[in-house]
């Protein structure tokens, strides 16, 4: 894993101070101006030395952050991915099925058909829409439907999605399990992490990292474990989670599936994986850790911003490990940026180490300073 660094301003930025620039001008004076504070001359000057000052210290150093991937953000970042055919994975909308109950036997329920949540006073109403043509039979049909809106918000809680729109006649419609799956665009942390790789690791000729990079291609796929030949010869398992490293839903395997060996020409090198790579998708189950510590920080160091450093420092330490070790996450805590030292280390309220099986991922759930 490649990591960024923070931003050194160069030298010739850091000196270019307004006093610099004020200076400078009046030393260019002609001889015998009275160049002191309220003369014309300095009175005239001093603007520019002010506008000197912010474009040499605010915009040409962003101009130069820019032109690196490691400080790069927005559309700039997605300009140093784009030559390595990397592209920010878009939102992703939420998916799932609802049961639908019905008198009317053979009413047709139409792809794009709108079903509801309710809206209360802190929340509207999610909408979504159905993605096939449905048949009521025997009084019943079950129908997959999708947010109408990409990311987070269209996920929601299984009994929630109870109302069609006008014009069917349907008697009672639920969601059985939760809709989930919806995901927001990918961050540009996240982003800069996948160019800086690709930068770093030359890709192979299907390799297990070739394998995790083509997972993390497809929108709304968070982590991802690579298991080569776990059914013999010619066989790989991708297991991954979504973008908010939860459970991927079979939409999003699917997806992943169809990327990178489609089912309907498995083995035959249709797409990424090459020719007799039989690929399998099925979904890491986070097992989430809980941090307490009693945390000391740096002087003038911001207790919330340090911790949100030491979750991101730990859960990087964390992607591949198959036992979580309290002497590694204790590291990472510790190289954290703002933390002076620690004690008292608990992993999930106890001190011992954590060992996950196959399939398994840890990921950091919060990090809570208990000397607060």
């Known amino acids: 894993m490649v990591e960024s660094t923070d931003f050194i301003m160069p030298e010739f930025l850091k000196n270019a101070t307004e006093e610099y620039f004020t200076q400078m001008a009046l030393s260019k004076a002609p001889t015998g101006i009275d160049t002191s504070e309220g003369q014309m001359f300095f009175d005239h000057t001093k603007p520019t030395a002010i506008i000197a000052t912010e474009i040499t210290q605010f915009h040409l150093s962003i101009t130069l952050q820019m032109m690196f991937p490691q400080f790069a953000t927005g559309k700039f970042l997605e300009w140093h991915g784009a030559p390595y055919h990397i592209f920010r994975r878009g939102g992703t909308n939420a998916s799932g099925k609802v049961k639908l109950k019905s008198k009317k036997e053979g009413q047709v329920i139409p792809t794009g058909t709108i079903v509801y ?36 918000i269209g996920n929601t809680a299984a009994r929630t999605v109870v109302t069609i729109q006008r014009g069917y006649e349907v008697d009672n419609i639920i969601n059985l399990e939760p809709i989930t799956g919806g995901t927001e ?18 890709p192979l000729s299907g390799a ?12 709304g796929v968070g982590n991802v474990i690579v298991q080569p030949l776990w059914k013999g010869p010619r066989t790989v398992r991708v297991l991954i989670t979504d973008a908010n490293n939860q459970f991927a839903n079979d939409e999003l395997m699917r997806r992943v599936k169809e990327y990178i060996d489609p089912e309907e020409f498995e083995g035959l090198g249709e797409g990424k994986a090459p020719i007799g790579a039989i690929v399998t998708v099925g979904t890491i189950e986070p097992v989430v850790i809980n ?27 964390l992607l591949n490990a198959m036992i979580v070790r ?11 940026e703002g933390v002076l030292d620690y004690q008292e280390l608990n992993l999930n309220s106890q ?4 060992v996950l099986t196959v399939g398994q991922r840890a990921v950091i759930g919060e990090v809570v300073n208990s000397g607060s």
């Open 117 to 152: 949540t309710l809206g209360d006073d802190t929340e509207s109403a999610k909408e979504y829409k159905t993605t096939e043509n449905v048949v009521i039979n025997n009084g019943e049909a079950i129908v997959r439907i999708e947010a109408i809106e990409s990311g987070n």
């Open 351 to 354: 001190t011992d180490n954590i």
């Open 291 to 317: 941090i307490t510590a009693r945390i000391y920080f740096e002087e003038g160091a911001d207790p919330t911003l340090t911790l949100e450093r030491a979750k991101n420092n730990m859960n990087r330490g």
């Open 185 to 202: 665009a990918e961050s540009d942390e996240s982003l800069r992490e996948r160019i800086l790789n690709r930068i770093a690791l030359a």
């Open 208 to 219: 297990r990292r070739d394998y995790e990079r083509w997972a993390k291609e497809v929108d």
């Open 326 to 336: 309290t002497t590694e996450v204790g590291a990472s805590l510790i190289e954290t």
